[in-house]
């Protein structure tokens, strides 16, 4: 009874071990763990995050942008978001590695699939959603609907849409997470391949994805804070 | 090859298939239909065991993040860390969650929803925050002046005016539990994961499709299910119309 | 109270029903091993003795289908036996295997005597014993001194082996893995994630046939045939008993001549404490289900979940079926 929560304790230093100093594997022969495979990894986790998210950005919110600003599309635009809630990211890499094949381009699509859902629905109510005084006020000032769209809903939607695209790499991370499945290695091979790293191996994993994935929010949420302009700050203030 | 130890108890002849003539199957086309009318009962227990871990889990997340935003809303001061707290196990990957409670609840089902549970807080959680903080000031007012206590404003109006953001926070959390689900086969929680990653079902074309719509369709459902449930539970919306 | 209220109540209740009631069906396993009358005169039917009821038996297995498959035809076969029977199966290499056993977390799980003697007592292949009987008694000589116990082996065996596309074989013109000599440093090697450090694997291959290869990429066992039919990899490692090789002339294996891929029946391996407390029925039952593994007969079983993509757990009730063991 007391002994698992001591155990517990023991694996987790095991798994900070397994971090910093390059070990030999469960059965012996290759060597696992240590700061540069981690670093591998977690670059590999990194590039594959930063591309699918950049991909959903390039398409999804010039779209929801357009969508929004006319106020066109609306079912196929929140539909989208549901949608994309619905697809098992478990099924999407197993069935894209079987039929399509693997490799770092059909993974990135992958994950963009996942991404573009939440993207897409929170930038067209976001743009949706901002007063239309401003929007009157903007037309009234002789804006073109470019100028409009770019200097007034945009702005304004910052927060909506931030929400939208913190949701999509929640998504992404997660999903490449199990990107080994697919044949490229990220951090999460530390806790798929049970049998190379070990039971330390898979705890660091974990643990490595979830501070990742946290540090990545924060850095959204940064960025948010940075893009929000400040009378809306004042007025989320009050 | 080797020498036999035992008695042997012998299988009659026609147990053997033969496998000559190729097919749909053998050739791992995209979607066999006739494969999935013939095996469609492999999918019966891995889709209940499914359904187990959403409804347990979307039920649990509820009534916490319930507790947690009533809490929250006599002590203002509450939300924040409230949200930031769900919001970490939000962030946090299932699989990761996973694997980070194995030292503590090891392998198998509870595992796998202590951690679909903690997706689903911060969704649910934010949903009633907001729903309860949207009931109009002057409704507040005028149900104090006819002399309800806070308690009874609580349960008799604000909660029933909040109940269209909590219904759409409950059709969020179960779509994406349902979808989440999936991943429990990592934790030996059961689910349709095992349909589509275990053993030589990796590469199985029709398997992973099957497995995975059974999942879309679930997801469907319930969105719907509660959906409708939302509306009969708020008869005065649709009076207004 | 108010009928908004009661609306909440009948909903919550609705759906708690709903989730107490389905997690009722969903534990309750499809038990038709349950025999107990005495209709069939057969002697190999399963009886169910009512006091292995309150034994609670976790069967393992590795990951790949006939670990699978011998996994559920062990388990459903103790089942049958009147035990309470979980299972937790795929659980990873022999590695992850051997630790969940000593951990306590499985009961017993299937292994391969060669894998047992090469991975976990460093025996050089040359000193696995061919003779099936030998290598029992070696195994269970080694598996003592940790307190495991392996029951008495399957008529068959299985062994690595180095595989290759037919259409490639008969263009480097190699027949054993020795030919590969000269040609291996620029083909490309694809197995298990564990093959790396086995000495009846890519760690033999490097030394005993000194072999060295273009690249060594670790891939889900379940891929590799795929790999082969997507040309990603030149060689992969494969099975001896794998249906595929039976059902067409697509993939070869090349001649182990040097004898570095040792073959192995399966034993059942337990603790000696779980065999106490479990009673004799434990060790009879398994020994009964696994008597009909012929080699011909496990090729069928791993046919019916690779190519034709049978639920496992089905297909080892087939088989309890077919045999009488189960009805």
Known sequence: MIAAPIAALGLFGDAFNFVFTPQEAEGGGVMVGGLDQVGELAAKQLEVTVLALGVALVLALPVGLLLGHYGKGEFVAVSAGNAGRAIPELALIALMAAAVGVGLFNLVVALAILGIPPILTNTFVGIKQVDRSSVEAAKGMGMTNREIMTKVELPLAVPTIMGGVRTASINIIATATIAPLAGILTLGDFIISRNVYGDAGVLAGAILVALMAITIECLLAGVQWALTSRGIKLQRAA | MNELLLPIAEVSGDFFKDRSGGGCIQDNKLFCPGWVADNYDRYVDPTLQHLVLVLSSVAAGFLIAFALAILAHRHRWLSSPFLAGTGILYTIPSISFFFLLLPITGRGQLTAIIALTAFTLQIIFRNITTGLRNVPPNVTEAARGVGLTSQQMLWRVELPLALPEIVAGLRIATVSTVALATLAVFANGGGLGAEIIVGSNITFKTGIIVAGGIAVIMAILFDGLILLAGKLLTPWERAAL | ?327
């Open chain 3, 1 to 327: 109270m108010s009928s908004t209220k009661l609306k909440y109540l009948l909903v919550l209740s609705i759906c708690a029903m709903l989730a107490f009631g389905l997690a009722a069906c969903g534990s309750d396993d499809s038990d038709d091993g349950d025999s107990g009358s005495g209709n069939s005169s057969s002697a190999e039917l399963i009886q169910s003795n009512p006091d292995n009821e309150s034994v609670d038996l976790t069967i393992g297995s590795k990951n790949f289908t006939e670990q699978i498959v011998l996994g559920e035809i062990y388990a459903q076969g103790l089942e049958a036996a009147g035990y309470s029977v979980d299972t937790d199966l795929n659980l990873g290499s022999e590695t992850i295997a051997l630790a969940a056993l000593k951990k306590g977390e499985i009961s017993g799980y299937p292994e391969y005597v060669s894998t047992a003697l090469t991975s976990f007592y460093d025996a050089a292949p040359e000193d696995v014993p061919a003779d099936a009987q030998e290598a029992f008694t070696k195994v269970q000589a080694d598996l003592k001194k940790d307190g495991l116990v392996a029951f008495p082996p399957t008529p068959f065996a299985s062994a690595n082996a180095v595989g290759l596309l037919t259409s490639k074989a008969e263009e480097l013109g190699v027949t054993k893995i020795s030919d590969l000599e000269g040609k291996s440093q620029d083909l490309t090697l694809y197995g298990s994630p564990e093959c790396r450090q086995r000495i009846d694997c890519l760690v033999g291959l490097n030394e005993n046939y000194g072999l060295e290869f273009k690249s060594f990429t670790p891939v889900d066992i379940g891929l590799r045939y795929e790999v082969l039919d997507k040309g990603q990899a030149d060689l992969s490692i494969l099975f001896t008993t794998d249906a595929q090789l039976g059902a067409s002339d697509k993939y070869t294996i090349l001649e182990d001549d040097k004898g570095v891929l040792p073959a192995g029946n399966v034993v059942f391996l337990t603790e000696q404490k779980t065999i106490d407390e479990a009673g004799p029925d434990y060790q009879a039952t398994i020994e009964k289900v696994q008597s009909g593994l012929t080699e011909k007969v496990m090729q069928e079983l791993d046919a019916r979940v690779d190519i034709d993509k049978e639920d496992p757990a089905a297909v080892a009730a087939d088989y309890l079926k077919a045999s009488g063991y189960t009805e």
